[in-house]
């Protein structure tokens, strides 16, 4: 196991015995969540039940390639239009 996952997980565990709401998700899953709520047109409901955690985990960012669609929905700003 990687060092990254390790520590995402120590840090994700000890905010959960603290009460903190954490998710986690890995990049891919999470993409495939948002995408599926965009297509049933209820994106900005589902990144509101995923805001509700205080600490959101995002595990394997990086070790996939993400096409431009899937980055704009992990974007903060993902209603803005590309110019």
Not at 3 to 19: D, E, H, V, W
Not at 47 to 54: C, E, M, Q, R, S
Not at 59 to 71: F, H, S, T, V
């Amino acid at each position: 196991m990687r060092a990254g996952p390790r520590l995402a997980i120590a840090i994700g565990t000890l905010a959960c015995r603290r009460g903190i709401p954490v998710r986690f998700f890995t990049a891919s899953g999470l993409i495939m969540r948002l995408r599926k709520a965009k297509t049933e047109n209820r994106l900005d409901q589902e990144l509101k039940a995923i805001g509700k955690a205080d600490l959101l985990v995002i595990d394997e960012l990086g070790y996939l390639p993400i096409d431009i669609d899937g980055a704009r929905l992990l974007s903060p700003d993902h209603r803005r239009q590309p110019r």
